[in-house]
């Protein structure tokens, strides 16, 4: 269900606005303490390493159930006033495997595109690509909007996801998801993110990109 009752306004945000980035992991045995969680470790050195403007970080450990993931979302959405939430674990065919259920369930727009692209990335690597469900959606409130983005568990697809395919010289192969994501966040009001270019390029129209900021 929608949670705008009309037409918003563009929102606009204060230049200079820190990034502020909520990181979900999904996993029984890592949130009940069975064994260590890698999927926020990988996201917070991805991220580290990727971004060059200003960012923080909410992150959440949680169980694969449906009511938990939800409630982590909106939490990280309409509380903390998170910009670009990304959750790790919990999208495959397993009865477990609730993730995008619950992502589509706190929607306001889905983004198929992002999906669509995780699986070419990583049919790159193994045929089993095509078991994941991974979606990508924007949940909006009056006066605020984000990106929710479903990745993998596992650090190595994290960052291929992430980064896309490059070949021996360097040179991008195929385009990771996050090359999208900064234009995205610009549409949805959200702060201009800055990406380190040897890493991940972001790719926005000629019209929105500003001039780089000089590091500090």
């Given at each position: 269900?929608?949670?705008?009752?009309?037409?918003?306004?563009q929102?606009t945000?204060?230049?200079?606005e820190?990034?502020?980035?909520?990181?979900?992991?999904?996993?029984?045995r890592?949130?009940a303490?069975?064994?260590?969680?890698?999927?926020?470790?990988?996201?917070?050195?991805?991220?580290?390493?990727?971004?060059?403007?200003?960012?923080?970080?909410?992150t959440?450990?949680?169980?694969?159930?449906?009511?938990?993931i939800?409630?982590?979302?909106?939490?990280?959405?309409?509380?903390?006033?998170?910009?670009l939430?990304?959750t790790?674990?919990?999208?495959?065919?397993?009865?477990?495997?609730?993730?995008?259920?619950?992502?589509?369930a706190?929607?306001?727009?889905?983004?198929?595109?992002f999906?669509?692209?995780?699986?070419?990335?990583?049919?790159?690597?193994v045929?089993?690509?095509i078991?994941s469900?991974?979606?990508?959606?924007?949940?909006?409130?009056?006066?605020?909007?984000?990106?929710?983005?479903?990745?993998?568990?596992?650090?190595?697809?994290?960052?291929?996801?992430?980064?896309?395919?490059?070949?021996?010289?360097?040179?991008?192969?195929v385009?990771?998801?996050?090359?999208?994501?900064?234009?995205?966040?610009?549409?949805?009001?959200g702060?201009?993110?800055?990406?380190?270019?040897?890493?991940c390029?972001a790719?926005?129209?000629?019209?929105?990109?500003?001039?780089?900021?000089p590091s500090?």
């Open positions: 269900m929608s949670l705008m009752t009309s037409e918003p306004e929102m945000v204060a230049d200079g820190k990034l502020k980035i909520g990181l979900v992991s999904i996993s029984d890592a949130s303490g069975i064994y260590q969680d890698q999927g926020l470790p990988a996201l917070q050195e991805w991220f580290g390493k990727a971004l060059t403007s200003p960012w923080e970080m909410v959440r450990l949680i169980p694969d159930e449906r009511a938990a939800e409630q982590a979302l909106i939490a990280l959405v309409d509380d903390e006033q998170c910009h939430v990304i790790t674990g919990g999208t495959g065919p397993s009865r477990r495997d609730v993730t995008p259920e619950a992502t589509l706190v929607a306001t727009k889905e983004m198929p595109g999906g669509e692209q995780m699986r070419q990335i990583s049919l790159k690597f045929p089993t690509a078991l469900r991974q979606v990508a959606v924007i949940r909006e409130t009056p006066d605020h909007a984000a990106l929710i983005l479903n990745l993998p568990g596992q650090p190595k697809s994290i960052k291929e996801t992430l980064e896309g395919l490059k070949d021996a010289e360097g040179q991008q192969v385009a990771g998801i996050f090359a999208a994501v900064p234009y995205c966040v610009d549409l949805i009001g702060p201009y993110i800055e990406t380190d270019d040897c890493v390029k790719f926005r129209p000629k019209n929105a990109i500003r001039a780089k900021t500090a």
